[in-house]
């Protein structure tokens, strides 16, 4: 696909239509079995159930800090259990779920009502109830304590920076109670508080050695886990000079950007950036965490300043394409201030700015940190752009031939998470002793995912320019082209790094041109995915993303997006599903209908996972059943991106399309948990017709609209 053709019709924006269909539940009781509800008495008796419940209850109101009017246990379902009989189980406590501890959602930390949990300690209970409190039980240490942090052999006597998580999913008042009687027992046992985050995000960092955290977990029932700090890693390479050409930009196309007051501002939480000519008139904005003494680039020859610079101009452009707030995480000498600046950064710049990219990049076992970030991003409606992480070059060299050891080294967080774009790289350059030939994989580039919840997602989401190395290490004229902190060109950067920035570019094109007319982030996500070639290429994620402002008179593109609750079950009989419905006027000579559906929702567990996916039904006039895409295997796929087509070989496509838009979950999650999740998407739509047409397909396609009207 080709779509950086010369500009003829720009995008047609239109609403989505919200729909219900209520339909019958099957039913979920079971027939009465006297063989069951004998062995389940007996299980009862023999595993001193009453005896066990009430000992775990009797321990957790001898803790000193508890929740009064609410209790904390974890239950493991067995791995056959039906999702409707889950749900009963859950249910029949009148528990709320607040997180899933294994992949398969059968281990569950819910919370009963304290009232009830004291009912069900002292009375001889019906055995509904008993039934669930057989596999009731504490939050256990090794559920509590991350890997990093326990394997961590200098903790035993030296403090450590540990992140203390609240229980999740909690609103933000019981958040912000439970963050406060955590920082007065802090006080209480002198132990130093590093930052408080907000509220919102139920956590705080602070200085402890074992014996103090293993005492807060014996004393607290609020309290979910401890984690590592994530500290953050900036790799880069720079090299020769070269001279700038002052040509026109190349990323201009046909389209003139709006004057430098008026261009999309980016932010780059990163090393800082230095004020040199070439991002002259294009800082909005420079701040910094407490921590540094100044705001200038902090990294030898300069990371943050080399990528303001490429977000700005690309590689060779002389026209500016977006503004550039700094706010300075990191340097060498101190990298614990990157993940707290992260978090800073997106909160205090959210309302100016719709793109972050960064390119520090974290390796720690800290699972619910990254989970917060992006439940955050979600939040905050911004897309955040992060480099992949490069392979260090000792691992690099030991690992085997060129390419097939790329897959043994996952992409780092946050680039992993689902709601950040995650970036790889490849070659533009080779030369005689040159590891990767030009157009590929770049030898040092990350690929693949260790988050097993994350499904049939890819990772990196995309992949752009981001150099070549030789066998030696030499880097001379292999890299991206840009500048150092102290105003000089160059053309050997090289890493991940420098391949995030020029994708966060090409968002802001699109800000710059469509950003008033769409509000959702994942709409924008849609649109850069949708420019990408090279889609089915190993390790390039969704491909390499293009300038994508316009299309040429063969091709339309309209744009969707809008929100859906996930359905409500929580009735006994009857189901509500929740959908959105757009519709698409396909003209005579369209020969394919191509969507890109983009997607996140508002439901946060302890680790990034993907909770839900789209399914799409779609329906043409003229047929009575569901039109099945040509790319069938895409349909049920449990992604956040997905790419559907749909084309006849020898029928006429023309006439009136409707697609359905179904949000579905990826695993169990409980009723009542599940219709309070809404799920939020951004959906690109190209029609492709034979060239030489009469007229442009947008303008057959705007007057089939004017009908309907």
Same mark, same amino acid.
């Given at each position: 696909?080709?779509?950086?053709?010369?500009?003829?019709?720009?995008?047609?924006?239109?609403?989505?239509?919200?729909?219900?269909?209520?339909?019958?539940?099957?039913?979920?009781?079971?027939?009465?079995?006297?063989?069951?509800?004998?062995?389940?008495?007996?299980?009862?008796?023999?595993?001193?159930?009453?005896?066990?419940?009430?000992?775990?209850?009797?321990?957790?109101?001898?803790?000193?800090?508890?929740?009064?009017?609410?209790?904390?246990?974890?239950?493991?379902?067995?791995?056959?259990?039906?999702?409707?009989?889950?749900?009963?189980?859950?249910?029949?406590?009148?528990?709320?779920?607040?997180?899933?501890?294994?992949?398969?959602?059968?281990?569950?930390?819910?919370?009963?009502?304290?009232?009830?949990?004291?009912?069900?300690?002292?009375?001889?209970?019906?055995?509904?109830?008993?039934?669930?409190?057989?596999?009731?039980?504490?939050?256990?240490?090794?559920?509590?304590?991350?890997?990093?942090?326990?394997?961590?052999?200098?903790?035993?006597?030296?403090?450590?920076?540990?992140?203390?998580?609240?229980?999740?999913?909690?609103?933000?008042?019981?958040?912000?109670?439970?963050?406060?009687?955590?920082?007065?027992?802090?006080?209480?046992?002198?132990?130093?508080?590093?930052?408080?985050?907000?509220?919102?995000?139920?956590?705080?960092?602070?200085?402890?050695?074992?014996?103090?955290?293993?005492?807060?977990?014996?004393?607290?029932?609020?309290?979910?886990?401890?984690?590592?700090?994530?500290?953050?890693?900036?790799?880069?390479?720079?090299?020769?000079?070269?001279?700038?050409?002052?040509?026109?930009?190349?990323?201009?196309?046909?389209?003139?950007?709006?004057?430098?007051?008026?261009?999309?501002?980016?932010?780059?939480?990163?090393?800082?950036?230095?004020?040199?000519?070439?991002?002259?008139?294009?800082?909005?904005?420079?701040?910094?965490?407490?921590?540094?003494?100044?705001?200038?680039?902090?990294?030898?020859?300069?990371?943050?300043?080399?990528?303001?610079?490429?977000?700005?101009?690309?590689?060779?452009?002389?026209?500016?394409?977006?503004?550039?707030?700094?706010?300075?995480?990191?340097?060498?000498?101190?990298?614990?201030?990157?993940?707290?600046?992260?978090?800073?950064?997106?909160?205090?710049?959210?309302?100016?700015?719709?793109?972050?990219?960064?390119?520090?990049?974290?390796?720690?076992?800290?699972?619910?940190?990254?989970?917060?970030?992006?439940?955050?991003?979600?939040?905050?409606?911004?897309? %955040?752009?992060?480099?992949?992480?490069?392979?260090?070059?000792?691992?690099?060299?030991?690992?085997?031939?060129?390419?097939?050891?790329?897959?043994?080294?996952?992409?780092?967080?946050?680039?992993?998470?689902?709601?950040?774009?995650?970036?790889?790289?490849?070659?533009?350059?080779?030369?005689?002793?040159?590891?990767?030939?030009?157009?590929?994989?770049?030898?040092?580039?990350?690929?693949?995912?260790?988050?097993?919840?994350?499904?049939?997602?890819?990772?990196?989401?995309?992949?752009?320019?981001?150099?070549?190395?030789?066998?030696?290490?030499?880097?001379?004229?292999?890299?991206?082209?840009?500048?150092?902190?102290?105003?000089?060109?160059?053309?050997?950067?090289?890493?991940?790094?420098?391949?995030?920035?020029?994708?966060?570019?090409?968002?802001?094109?699109?800000?710059?041109?469509?950003?008033?007319?769409?509000?959702?982030?994942?709409?924008?996500?849609?649109?850069?995915?949708?420019?990408?070639?090279?889609?089915?290429?190993?390790?390039?994620?969704?491909?390499?993303?293009?300038?994508?402002?316009?299309?040429?008179?063969?091709?339309?593109?309209?744009?969707?997006?809008?929100?859906?609750?996930?359905?409500?079950?929580?009735?006994?009989?009857?189901?509500?599903?929740?959908?959105?419905?757009?519709?698409?006027?396909?003209?005579?000579?369209?020969?394919?209908?191509?969507?890109?559906?983009?997607?996140?929702?508002?439901?946060?567990?302890?680790?990034?996972?993907?909770?839900?996916?789209?399914?799409?039904?779609?329906?043409?006039?003229?047929?009575?059943?569901?039109?099945?895409?040509?790319?069938?295997?895409?349909?049920?796929?449990?992604?956040?991106?997905? %790419?559907?087509?749909?084309?006849?070989?020898?029928?006429?496509?023309?006439?009136?399309?409707?697609?359905?838009?179904?949000?579905?979950?990826?695993? %169990?999650?409980?009723?009542?948990?599940?219709?309070?999740?809404?799920?939020?998407?951004?959906?690109?739509?190209?029609?492709?017709?034979?060239?030489?047409?009469?007229?442009?397909?947008?303008?057959?396609?705007?007057?089939?609209?004017?009908?309907?009207?």
């Amino acid at each position: 696909m080709n779509l950086r053709e010369r500009k003829e019709s720009d995008f047609i924006f239109r609403p989505s239509e919200e729909g219900t269909r209520r339909f019958t539940k099957p039913h979920g009781g079971e027939k009465y079995d006297t063989q069951k509800h004998k062995e389940l008495i007996e299980k009862i008796a023999e595993r001193k159930l009453e005896e066990k419940f009430r000992a775990t209850t009797s321990a957790i109101s001898r803790k000193e800090i508890k929740d009064p009017e609410k209790v904390y246990f974890v239950i493991e379902i067995d791995k056959g259990t039906r999702p409707g009989k889950r749900n009963d189980l859950i249910e029949r406590l009148s528990a709320r779920v607040h997180d899933f501890l294994d992949e398969r959602h059968n281990t569950i930390l819910i919370s009963i009502p304290a009232s009830l949990t004291k009912q069900y300690a002292e009375k001889d209970l019906p055995l509904p109830i008993k039934e669930p409190l057989l596999n009731i039980r504490e939050l256990r240490y090794d559920e509590q304590v991350s890997k990093g942090v326990l394997e961590d052999q200098r903790w035993e006597n030296l403090p450590k920076a540990i992140i203390v998580h609240m229980i999740p999913n909690i609103d933000e008042i019981t958040a912000k109670k439970y963050l406060k009687e955590v920082e007065e027992y802090f006080r209480k046992t002198s132990q130093e508080i590093i930052w408080v985050a907000e509220p919102k995000q139920g956590m705080l960092l602070a200085n402890l050695k074992r014996a103090p955290a293993e005492d807060l977990l014996k004393n607290t029932n609020i309290v979910y886990r401890l984690e590592t700090l994530p500290t953050g890693t900036a790799t880069d390479s720079v090299g020769r000079k070269f001279r700038v050409k002052g040509k026109t930009s190349s990323l201009a196309g046909n389209w003139s950007f709006p004057s430098i007051d008026r261009l999309p501002i980016v932010c780059i939480p990163d090393t800082g950036v230095s004020s040199i000519q070439r991002l002259s008139g294009v800082i909005y904005e420079r701040n910094k965490e407490a921590c540094f003494d100044d705001v200038e680039d902090s990294d030898t020859e300069g990371h943050g300043t080399p990528i303001a610079c490429l977000v700005s101009f690309g590689e060779d452009g002389a026209t500016a394409r977006a503004r550039i707030i700094s706010h300075k995480i990191y340097s060498d000498q101190i990298r614990d201030a990157s993940f707290e600046g992260m978090l800073k950064a997106v909160e205090l710049y959210a309302s100016k700015c719709r793109i972050f990219t960064s390119s520090i990049v974290f390796d720690e076992d800290a699972l619910s940190a990254y989970a917060k970030l992006d439940e955050l991003i979600q939040r905050r409606n911004i897309c %955040f752009i992060s480099s992949a992480g490069n392979i260090p070059p000792q691992r690099m060299n030991s690992s085997g031939h060129y390419p097939s050891y790329i897959r043994d080294f996952p992409v780092l967080y946050p680039a992993q998470n689902p709601n950040v774009i995650g970036v790889g790289a490849i070659t533009r350059k080779e030369k005689n002793g040159s590891i990767a030939p030009k157009n590929a994989l770049s030898p040092f580039t990350r690929c693949g995912k260790s988050l097993h919840r994350l499904y049939d997602s890819k990772k990196p989401d995309v992949v752009e320019h981001g150099g070549n190395i030789c066998h030696d290490g030499n880097k001379e004229g292999l890299g991206v082209a840009s500048f150092r902190k102290t105003g000089q060109p160059a053309d050997t950067f090289v890493g991940t790094s420098f391949s995030a920035p020029l994708v966060a570019g090409r968002l802001s094109e699109i800000v710059a041109k469509y950003g008033t007319q769409v509000n959702n982030a994942e709409t924008l996500k849609a649109i850069l995915f949708m420019s990408c070639d090279n889609r089915e290429a190993d390790c390039f994620g969704n491909g390499v993303p293009h300038q994508f402002l316009s299309v040429t008179e063969d091709k339309a593109v309209l744009v969707f997006e809008g929100s859906i609750h996930l359905s409500d079950l929580t009735s006994p009989r009857v189901g509500t599903e929740y959908y959105s419905k757009i519709s698409v006027p396909v003209p005579a000579g369209v020969k394919e209908i191509d969507m890109c559906l983009v997607h996140s929702d508002d439901y946060t567990v302890s680790e990034p996972t993907l909770n839900t996916y789209l399914h799409v039904r779609a329906k043409k006039t003229g047929r009575r059943s569901v039109v099945p895409p040509t790319n069938k295997e895409e349909e049920h796929r449990r992604k956040y991106v997905k %790419f559907l087509k749909w084309s006849f070989e020898r029928k006429s496509m023309e006439g009136r399309w409707d697609f359905e838009i179904v949000p579905k979950t990826s695993e %169990f999650i409980d009723d009542s948990t599940m219709k309070n999740i809404k799920v939020r998407y951004g959906c690109v739509i190209l029609l492709r017709a034979e060239p030489l047409r009469f007229r442009p397909l947008t303008e057959d396609v705007i007057a089939e609209m004017n009908r309907w009207k």
